[in-house]
């Protein structure tokens, strides 16, 4: 961190100075480590619009400019270019893998797709229509029961150890979720195919018949686990830092990921979209959900639409956009009812005056849900998709903050709105 400059703020007369830090790229920060100890008074930003929680050398957004780059590479070029576990290596370990980097990492992370026996029975616990996200909460969270063996959080190996089990079970656990919803058996991983092909096998194959993964619905597959790999400090990867933060092991920090990723205004969004498709049902009523969306006194929201950061375009969705046409086309569904009433809907909102000042567009959501729904994926478990793929930033960002020097437990503070401080009433007294 550079610092070159201090900033100085001036509060009943009293003036402070603090220091401003340089990152790489992006906005400076300044340091407000200082500011109780300086003046008795806290920093007030819920939401945290605009405060740094912690330095990261893993993704880059540029809300703005529409960037999104995992380790200096732009999503664009990791989208075309790349496989997933190639993307997961650069998130983890900061490069690119050479072609036996590559075979190493591949052949690690298939030596762990299995999950233990007994976890499988962890399944029969849940009703059959649970939502998988209440699944993968319990499942995942139970995973700290079954590695005892790698819980030293002060270890690299053992962190190493973790991230590679997390990775390469969660497909697992998905498609489980997936086969207990719809009463068939649990399929075995194929370690032959490749971590997304394998998790289509898991997810669509049955013991009476040969399933063959289609390449296209692969690579597309693919794609939207590399457009959710990472995306710097989001609600859900805080949850997961901030979880870390006491030390907790790394199974119970990415469940509570996995928690908060479920909510509709983050993760839950592509879910919410399709049931909003389905609920507007035809192109004729598109006119009267976005009257409703602008209406102020209207709680209902455009789903998929809408970014706290991208404020032109979202880069993901213009990759996923180009997916969905790819996936509709080798499916023949370019006629699908959902798909024609999500470009109507695409086409007015980028046309109307509220959502153009707003800067609202249709964000990577909005078409994942879209080409999930094509794949066959049910919408119930569009979350549990996106779950399993930002597992790996998940992992990457717990994995840097462990490793910090400067870490602490995170600890926010308050602006007190409540009661000052009284007695209970003789009345109340016993
Ligand atoms: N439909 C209608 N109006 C909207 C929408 C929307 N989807 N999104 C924001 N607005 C309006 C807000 O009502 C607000 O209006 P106001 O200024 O008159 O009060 C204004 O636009 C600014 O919106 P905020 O909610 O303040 O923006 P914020 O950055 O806090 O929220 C969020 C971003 C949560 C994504 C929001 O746009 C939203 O709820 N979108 C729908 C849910 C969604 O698609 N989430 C997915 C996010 S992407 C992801 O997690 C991968």
């Known amino acids: 961190m550079n610092t070159q400059r201090n900033a100085t703020l001036t509060v009943d007369g009293k003036t402070v100075e603090l220091p401003v830090y340089s990152g790489s790229i992006g906005p400076d920060v300044i340091d407000i480590r200082q500011l109780y100890a300086k003046t008795g008074m806290f920093t007030f930003d819920p939401g945290f619009v605009s405060t740094a929680a912690c330095k ?30 190639e993307v997961a290596y650069l998130i983890l370990r900061g490069e690119l893998p050479n072609a036996e980097q590559k075979q190493e990492f591949d052949t690690l992370v298939k030596r762990h797709t299995m999950v233990h026996e007994q976890l499988i029975r962890f399944y029969t616990g849940f009703r059959r229509d649970a939502h998988p996200m209440a699944v993968l909460v319990g499942v995942v969270g139970a995973l700290s029961a079954f590695y005892h063996d790698a819980m030293d959080i002060s270890d690299q190996y053992h962190r190493d150890v973790s991230a590679f089990r997390l990775i390469a079970k969660m497909p697992t656990i998905v498609a489980m979720a997936y086969k207990y919803g719809r009463g068939e058996p649990f399929m075995y991983p194929r370690n032959d195919l490749t971590y997304t092909a394998n998790f289509m096998h898991m997810m669509f194959a049955t013991p009476c018949e040969k399933y063959e993964p289609n390449p296209v619905l692969v690579r597309a597959l693919d794609r939207i686990f590399i457009l959710h790999a990472d995306h710097e400090q989001n609600a859900s990867t805080s949850t997961v830092r901030l979880a870390g933060s006491s030390g907790a092991n790394p199974f119970a920090c990415i469940s509570s990921g996995i928690a908060c990723l479920w909510g509709p205004a983050h993760g839950g969004a592509n879910e919410a979209c399709l049931n909003m498709l389905e609920e507007i049902g035809d192109v004729s009523r598109v006119g009267e959900y976005i009257r409703r969306a602008k209406d102020k006194n209207d709680p209902f929201k455009l789903m998929g639409f809408g970014h706290r950061v991208y404020k032109n375009f979202d880069p993901r969705a213009k990759l996923m956009r180009e997916t969905c046409h790819e996936v509709l086309n080798e499916l023949g569904l370019h006629d699908d009812r959902l798909f024609k009433l999500a470009i109507q809907l695409e086409k007015i909102a980028l ?80």
């Open 56 to 85: 990261s050398e893993i993704t880059y957004i540029d809300g703005d400019a529409g960037v999104l780059l995992y380790r200096g590479y732009p999503i664009e070029q990791l989208a075309h270019h790349c496989d997933f576990l």
């Open 351 to 430: 046309e109307d005056d509220y959502f153009v000042e707003k800067k609202l567009y249709p964000n990577v959501d909005f078409y994942s849900g879209i080409v999930q729904r094509a794949l066959g994926i049910p919408t119930q478990l569009f979350t549990g998709i996106f779950a399993l793929a930002r597992t790996v930033g998940w992992i990457a960002q717990w994995n840097e903050m462990i490793g910090d020097p400067e870490q602490k437990i995170g600890r926010p503070r308050q602006l007190f709105t409540g009661a000052q401080k009284r007695d209970v009433p003789p009345m109340a007294r016993r």
